[in-house]
């Protein structure tokens, strides 16, 4: 687990592709007024002044240096699990006290969250004496949170009507962006501030951005696979003009349908009254639209809905026009891609050698950990959610996470006079410690119940 240089070698390919600048002239309403060479006033786009920011001598996105090696220690001590580097080794599977265990071939934390823990951990040192505030959670995982907070690190406190108060802020504080990004609202925020920014943003949330200021540029409006109120899907919304949310399949259908068939406009706008841009229309912003996503969603629901509005757009513009209607790209995140193919695997397994169950390890709000629970949900085996090892009761209990987001506690292990077989996977934001401590409690449960047996 380091943030090693190719990790920051990686990032810098990545951003600097993500943040070319543009030359094109941008369609809409745009944030300031710029002076171009002619003379000529022009708008900048969000994406163009997002640039602006971002090359501030108050921004920082490539960490603190000198304070690197001591946080690559601290993060080691903190979140390595010595259970999970043996199962490593041992071609992903290990038998103790009466449990074989099955390991998915990725899990845990992918390089986006390493780096973004790593940017937050070197500011924290690199800024002694100052207020670190951060604008949400770094990432999705309660450990890491309360890492944070045990740092000093201040949480920007969220209001009742969903808003932020921002007061806590003052001149000369740092505030901290956390992986899934910030608003650009926050960032313009900050940037008129006299604030130090570390821009812990991950480059591959960064690419949707980029994605939806090309649907823009070519007249679209972003269709955005994502849930509304997500962090993630907030930021990026925040970069769009028109765009509307499309949480699953379900509401892409009810999309498709309006596309094709007109229909209650209000009945629409009701549905969709929390996912769509300001002053939204649908008869005359559906014409033209280009697929995003959180970066975090179900993969085959992203391919499945953008075959689905493909379709629709040729079905209504004729397949000679498709280019000019309907734009897409593949701004699913490898790291999710990777977990969720290594949980086929494990389910795969649990079909042909009969596993008892299978453990996902991450946040309750990480999406891409609900969404590797879905894959074994939807094949029929029998799967359990946690956040923590503490989920794990000595009574044989589990308080765990349903796929329809439920927390529910019920019995656990259904024999414990018998041998138990699981498989286990987490999620990209959660340590290998919370796989080792979930992994020990159930060998502990399972060796008492040996004992008393
Ligand atoms: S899951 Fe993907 S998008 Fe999210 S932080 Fe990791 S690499 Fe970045």
Not at 48 to 62: A, D, W
Not at 79 to 94: A, C, D, H, P, T
Not at 204 to 232: C, F, L, P, R
């Amino acid at each position: 687990m380091k943030f090693s240089s190719v990790c920051l070698a990686l990032f810098a390919a990545t951003s600097a592709d993500a943040f070319r600048p543009l030359s094109a002239s941008p369609r809409r309403a745009a944030t300031v007024l710029q002076q171009s060479s002619s003379t000529e006033e022009r708008a900048l786009s969000k994406k163009e002044e997002r640039l602006r920011m971002m090359k501030s001598p108050q921004f920082y996105r490539q960490g603190f240096k000198e304070v690197r090696e001591g946080v690559e220690k601290s993060m080691e001590e903190q979140f390595k699990g010595e259970i999970v580097q043996q199962l490593r080794e041992s071609n992903y599977i290990m038998e103790r006290d009466g449990v074989k265990v099955y390991l998915a071939k990725d899990f845990g934390f992918c390089w986006g969250v390493e780096r973004s823990i790593a940017l937050a951990y070197e500011a924290v040192e690199h800024y002694p004496g100052k207020t670190v505030h951060i604008t949400n959670e770094l990432i999705h995982n309660p450990e890491v949170n309360e890492k944070l907070e045990d740092m000093n690190v201040q949480f920007i406190e969220k209001l009742d009507d969903g808003k932020k108060n921002f007061d806590t802020v003052k001149e000369g504080d740092v505030v901290i962006l956390p992986a899934f990004g910030a608003s650009f609202e926050e960032m313009d925020r900050f940037d008129k501030m006299n604030v130090e920014v570390v821009d812990t943003t991950c480059p591959w949330v960064s690419k949707v951005w980029n994605s939806v200021d090309k649907h823009q540029k070519a007249g679209m409006t972003s269709v955005i696979h994502g849930k509304y109120a997500h962090e993630e899907t907030v930021a990026t919304t925040s970069f769009c003009e028109d765009y509307i949310c499309v949480k699953d399949m379900k509401e892409a259908e009810m999309l498709s349908n309006y596309i094709l068939n007109g229909g209650d406009k209000e009945a629409f706008m009701k549905h969709f009254e929390k996912g769509v841009s300001k002053g939204f229309d649908p008869d005359v912003m559906l014409k033209k639209i280009g697929l995003a996503n959180q970066t975090t969603m179900y993969k085959k629901e992203t391919r499945a809905i953008g075959q689905l509005l493909q379709k629709t757009m040729m079905k209504k513009f004729g397949p000679a026009e498709i280019k000019n209607h309907y734009m897409e790209f593949d701004t699913i995140c490898d790291a999710t891609q990777e977990r969720q193919d290594a949980v086929v695997e494990l389910v795969d397994i649990a079909k042909a050698d009969g596993l008892d169950f299978i453990l996902v390890v991450g946040g309750w709000d990480s999406s891409n950990t609900a969404h590797l629970l879905e894959i074994p949900h939807h094949a029929g085996i029998r799967s359990f959610h946690i956040d923590r090892a503490e989920c794990i009761g000595a009574d044989n209990t589990i308080t765990h996470r349903t796929v329809t987001g439920e927390i529910v506690t019920e019995k656990f292990i259904e024999d414990l006079s018998k041998d138990v077989v699981m498989g286990v996977t987490s999620g990209a934001s959660t340590p290998d410690k919370a796989v080792q401590d979930s992994l020990s409690s159930i060998f502990l449960l399972k060796k008492i119940n040996g004992e008393n047996k």
